[in-house]
């Protein structure tokens, strides 16, 4: 009998089948993409959202860069993106690892989320998790993070592999759109979020005014007493929503706070510096009648409290003994109405460096506007700047919410500048000199956060910024002394160079969300309200940056030209101006800083 037939025949057999499992995997194969968009990180951090992270060129697994996020006490460093899958389909999430405690996962998959991590990866180690998603299932979160209060760790080569998720329709329309803080050259305009949108287009009468990445937007450049009709479009990789209903807005008739100056008499574009008249420091004191013509408003530094908790405010010139050429009483009183006869505006600026000012009760409160309007008087000043630094304004555990603060200092200090608001008038100058870590910190921290260990001081001025936005004529944050600070990009900015500044002069003209919470966003403030916070020089202080680089940060700002690496969410020709610390230090280097806003707004 011949048994090597049957043989053939069933070892072929098997080889036909196996050759078509081969062939029905390898299709299966096909089917499959890499749905991790930037998984090297080539490109920064594009497509990630990341609280802690850069990209660097070593250590990295392959090509030219790799993630490098540093956990803190409170944070994680989680970076994240959001990918379109298919529903009820397998997916493999792998990537490259390197240092302690070091996770990758999913989360949202409509079955179990997951995550795999290590203890410890001295070199690159590769990670790898699967999942199934659910029935209904569009969308999952990948992420990366470290663990808290550890080391830096590195990510790389991040990729999820499985069905791709189709074509992505463009977002539903916007709803919600609301005009507010309407002035005589623009119009705050706010709506609703709108799931699956990357972007928002605002329209005006029918054509597009700006593009925003948040639920927010100030167009300016309108003209007074004009009528106005606003929509908004939601926008992501698939196309652009149809148009939201329209709202109608009327632009006031100019003599309001947003028409290059209104009622307070402010110029279009305005100087604004610090006059050292308590104290000389290395740069002298200069006298109120040596201050030049282009200075617009002139803050007096400083008035301190007799104690941080009193709310007395005190303001005594700087003595003979320290300023030799000190004028008297008379002459300064006298050089002040001279200024204001020429459209200046002279304010007493609270607190400074040395002046701790916390208002923790309604008694403290009420000193601080009694005091506060005595020097106003004494003085016949225009108004008064808020430079409330160290821990005058710090956040309680419960605070969390910028919209409705509770804690004491802060509702004390927005009752007490009310109160000083409603005593003077619409002509009362009120400005606010808050440092980085007060306002465009709180877009990754606010107070203690949502699980303690943060400083409370973070974003603790938002709540007082907000609540007085429309009683405000300049809010210009100091830019100076200041560590890096996290841009609308998601990426981290330091002093130096025309980016910080264009970086946080974004944050305040865009909006942003207050620790991350796309709910609770801080909504932008008008352009006439912003002025940028330089140091005249590098004795002023950190952060000086060279003419050249003023110019940049204007030119970006107003114009959009000349960005450089950070892209704007918008063009604000209506920018006040800018501010410096200080008069004193501008004279000491020749009006440097002076010169330099003359040279850009004529």
């Not at 149809?242 to 307070?264: E, L």
């Not at 006298?287 to 013509?293: E, I, L, N």
């Not at 304004?393 to 605070?399: A, E, M, R, V």
């Not at 002394?481 to 910080?500: E, K, R, T, V």
């Amino acid at each position: 009998m011949d048994r090597t037939r049957p043989l053939v025949t069933f070892l072929a057999a098997t080889a036909l089948a196996v050759s078509g499992i081969t062939a029905l995997s390898s299709a299966a194969r096909a089917a499959d993409a890499d749905l991790a968009k930037n998984g090297g990180f080539e490109s920064g951090l594009s497509n990630w959202t990341c609280s802690a992270g850069t990209t660097v060129t070593s250590p990295v697994h392959s090509g030219s860069a790799a993630l490098r996020a540093t956990p803190a006490g409170s944070d994680n460093a989680q970076c994240a993106q959001t990918v379109t899958v298919q529903p009820d389909s397998p997916y493999t999430l792998s990537g490259y690892v390197r240092g302690s405690y070091v996770y990758l996962g999913a989360s949202g998959t409509g079955t179990t989320d997951v995550s795999t991590w290590t203890q410890s990866a001295p070199d690159w180690q590769k990670l790898t998790t699967t999942f199934r998603t659910g029935p209904a299932t569009t969308k999952v979160t990948i992420y990366t993070h470290g663990w808290y209060g550890t080391g830096a760790y590195y990510a790389d080569d991040i990729t999820l592999t499985g069905p791709g998720g189709g074509t992505e329709q463009p977002p539903a329309a916007p709803t919600g759109l609301t005009a507010s803080s309407v002035t005589a050259s623009s119009v705050a305009l706010s709506w609703s979020a709108v799931p699956g949108a990357t972007g928002y287009t605002v329209y005006r009468d029918g054509t597009k005014a700006q593009t925003v990445s948040g639920t927010s937007a100030t167009i300016g450049g309108l003209t007074a007493s004009t009528a106005y009709s606003f929509q908004v479009t939601a926008g992501n990789d698939a196309g652009e929503s149809a148009k939201s209903a329209a709202v109608a807005a009327t632009t006031t008739s100019g003599g309001g706070g947003g028409d290059g100056g209104g009622s307070t008499g402010l110029p279009t574009h305005a100087l604004v510096g610090y006059l050292h008249s308590s104290f000389a420091n290395g740069s002298g004191y200069t006298r109120m009648a040596d201050v030049p013509d282009s200075w617009d408003v002139i803050d007096l530094a400083f008035g301190e409290p007799t104690s941080p908790t009193s709310g007395d405010i005190r303001f005594n010139r700087c003595p003979v003994t320290e300023c030799p050429n000190v004028e008297s009483d008379a002459d300064f009183k006298a050089a002040i109405k001279a200024k204001q006869a020429a459209g200046k505006k002279v304010l007493i600026s609270i607190g400074g460096q040395n002046g701790q000012v916390q208002l923790t009760t309604t008694a403290a409160r009420d000193t601080f506007v009694s005091s506060v309007s005595k020097i106003i008087d004494q003085y016949g000043l225009d108004g008064l700047d808020v430079d409330f630094e160290g821990h005058s304004l710090s956040l309680n555990t419960d605070d969390t919410d910028f919209k409705h603060p509770t804690t004491p200092v802060i509702v004390n200090l927005i009752s007490a500048l009310k109160t000083l608001k409603a005593k003077y008038g619409d002509k009362f100058v009120l400005t606010m000199a808050p440092e980085t870590f007060f306002v465009q910190n709180g877009y990754q921290f606010y107070g203690t956060g949502k699980w303690g260990g943060q400083d409370p001081r973070c974003g603790a001025y938002l709540p007082v910024i907000y609540a007085l936005r429309d009683d405000l004529t300049l809010l210009h944050v100091q830019d100076y002394n200041s560590g890096p600070i996290m841009g609308l990009d998601n990426q981290y900015h330091s002093m130096g160079g025309a980016d910080f500044h264009i970086a946080m002069t974004d944050m305040l003209l865009t909006g942003f969300p207050v620790a991350g919470d796309q709910n609770n966003v801080f909504p932008p403030l008008r352009p006439d309200q912003v002025a940028i916070g330089m140091p005249a020089s590098t004795n002023a202080g950190n952060g000086y940056v060279s003419p050249a680089e003023v110019t940049k940060t204007l030119d970006c700002l107003t114009k959009k030209t000349n960005c450089g690496s950070y892209a704007t969410h918008g063009t604000w020709p209506a920018l006040r101006g800018l501010m410096t610390w200080s008069v004193n230090w501008d004279r000491y280097s020749n009006w440097e800083f002076e010169k330099t806003f003359d040279a850009y707004f004529g």
